[in-house]
């Protein structure tokens, strides 16, 4: 009980590379269906969202995609698959609404974030349209320019 208190909100994996390559804009929270041995493994060594993303398919379903959780190294027959899709627990209205921005606006859905909350894991995803290398370049001089003003400040 006293450890579901400390594991309250902590991040357990943030998509550095949705921030960098994505301009961001709506965000939802999903809980995720997995098994025992993830959350065992989650527990322990983390996920690692680089490289996933969200598809929604016709039947009003949205799941996680290579997304990789490390096997738990004390499982055994019944451990998971590292990058097998995951179910995202989400409301059909919220999967409508993000739906329909995926078809109107031309939209994509990437995981920024996954934590704990309470004991239950939950990913924040987000909609977010691709960025040209030229918003890249500016992001990278914003950067700069902060790192050296902090160093100097």
């Known amino acids: 009980m006293a450890n579901d208190k400390k594991q309250a909100n902590k991040i357990i994996s943030s998509n550095k590379k949705a921030y960098f390559d994505y301009l961001l804009f709506d965000k939802f929270e999903a809980g995720i269906a997995l098994l025992g041995t993830e959350i065992k493994s989650i527990r322990r060594n983390g996920a690692n969202l680089k490289d996933s993303y969200i598809k929604i398919t016709d039947n009003l379903e949205a799941y996680l995609i290579n997304c990789h959780i490390s096997p738990y190294e004390f499982g055994n027959i019944y451990n998971h698959e590292p990058r097998r899709e995951r179910k995202l627990l989400l409301n059909k209205k919220e999967i409508l609404k993000i739906l329909n921005k995926v078809k109107q606006e031309k939209y994509t859905i990437v995981p920024t974030q996954m934590h704990f909350s309470a004991r239950w894991v939950k990913l924040e995803i987000a909609l977010a349209k691709g960025k ?22």
């Not at 040209?132 to 400040?153: A, F, H, N, V």
């Open 132 to 153: 040209k290398l030229y918003d890249k370049r500016e992001s990278i001089k914003k950067k700069d320019i902060e790192r050296d003003i902090k160093r100097l400040g």
